[in-house]
């Protein structure tokens, strides 16, 4: 069974600093897409930003500069540094596993970002 679990949301003021962690298990990790997306209230899901399996990495416009994405295979997770946090960044921030046909979502953490 596949599971893809989040977590390190969390509540943070403006300018701050968020580490998510999402860890996979059911899969070949190491072939795996891995990507971020999060959804605002009233909003569509977005891509936030992807790392392929050769650790090729893309970034939505809003957080280049911001946030970077990394993978440890040898630990079957994916991160998502978060810094200089604006209070558009606010969402649930969504975990993606993706291989041809093969989609899986995490459950999802809640990030909030206000004064």
């Known amino acids: 069974q596949v599971q893809l679990v989040e977590s390190g949301g969390g509540l943070v003021q403006p300018g701050g600093s968020l580490r998510l962690s999402c860890a996979a298990s059911g899969i070949i990790f190491s072939s795996y897409t891995m990507g971020w997306y999060r959804q605002a209230p009233g909003k569509q899901r977005e891509l936030v930003a992807t790392?392929?399996?050769?650790?090729?990495?893309n970034y939505a416009d809003s957080v280049k500069g911001r946030f970077t994405i990394s993978r440890d295979n040898a630990k079957n997770t994916v991160y998502l540094q978060m810094d200089s946090l604006k209070p558009e960044d606010t969402a649930v921030y969504y975990c993606?596993?993706?291989?041809?046909?093969?989609?899986?979502w995490g459950q999802g953490t809640q990030v909030t970002v206000t004064s």
């Open positions: 993606n596993a993706l291989l041809v046909f093969y989609n899986y």
């Open positions: 790392i392929t399996s050769g650790s090729s990495t």
